[in-house]
């Protein structure tokens, strides 16, 4: 390449990074139920960052293909829809996110175990990823963010002013997830639970397109022996730091 190109191709990089670095920026990755949303919402409230679930968006997908009879593995049915799916995520008057298929509040169905499962097949899909990618950027292009998902330090947002990795043994992860679906009155048992998300845990990391895994440079948070409130302190830690240290 000439001198002139590289010149021009080094400003393109600084501006795309600057779009992002206007604002501040949390990604947090990590397997089913280590806890990120919980703490990626609570360290938002403290913080004064908008927590985005990504997950959500993936759920909301898998819904849609379930409702219109595509099967979440079949990469040209679910293509097919994505044209007509209008996701709108919004923010009820106590920051809380509530996802939207068109006018219908999906906030409460989508966590059910059958999309879970759904969620984790079509996130597998290339058009799937390629058609949710640009509004998880949007979001942190508008705000500061803390945003949750797989992907998000590898891929979403690679230049996330923090990245964490939030993870728990599989028996601790699996005993809180079964807790939190009881409390909603989700009919499970443990074992269930536990089988479910071993298979979504599998999925996830083995999948060709941006698999579940450390972002380079993530910070490891393993919560197996800590309670719900030490968790957040360690994860509120590393947020400060980032913040001190003046990086966006
Ligand atoms: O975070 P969650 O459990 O609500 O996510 C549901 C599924 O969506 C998960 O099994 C994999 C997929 N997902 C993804 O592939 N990338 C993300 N950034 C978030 C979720």
Redesign the pocket.
């Known amino acids: 390449m000439a001198l002139p190109q590289i010149a021009a191709a080094c400003r393109r990089l600084i501006s795309v990074r600057f779009i992002y670095m206007e604002h501040r920026s949390v990604a947090l990755?990590g397997p089913?139920?280590a806890g990120?949303?919980t703490m990626a919402r609570r360290a938002a409230g403290r913080f004064g960052l908008i927590y985005v679930?990504?997950?959500?968006?993936?759920?909301a997908v898998?819904l849609y293909a379930l409702r219109n009879n595509a099967g979440p593995k079949d990469e040209q049915a679910v293509a097919r829809l994505l044209p007509e799916i209008k996701l709108d995520m919004r923010y009820d008057e106590n920051g809380m996110q509530r996802m939207y298929l068109g006018d219908e509040d999906v906030t409460d169905e989508?966590r059910k175990p059958q999309i879970?499962a759904y969620?984790?097949d079509?996130?597998?899909l290339a058009p799937v990823?390629a058609f949710?990618l640009e509004t998880?950027r949007e979001m942190a292009r508008k705000h500061d963010v803390i945003?949750?998902?797989?992907?998000?330090g590898t891929v979403?947002l690679p230049d996330a002013g923090l990245k964490v990795f939030m993870t728990a043994q599989p028996a601790a992860r699996a005993a809180r997830r079964y807790l939190e679906l009881i409390g909603k009155g989700i009919e499970t048992t443990p074992e269930e639970v536990m089988r479910e998300m071993e298979q979504?845990d599998k999925?996830?990391s083995e999948?060709a397109l941006?698999p579940?895994k450390a972002a380079d440079g993530a910070l490891i948070l393993d919560t197996t022996e800590m309670g719900p409130d030490e968790s957040f302190e360690s994860l509120c830690a590393f947020i400060s730091n980032m913040m001190i240290s003046g990086v966006r």
């Open positions: 990755d089913a139920a990120k949303s679930d990504t997950g959500a968006l993936y759920r898998g989508i879970s969620a984790s079509v996130s597998a990823r949710l998880q945003m949750d998902g797989r992907d998000i979403v979504r999925n996830d999948r941006a579940l």
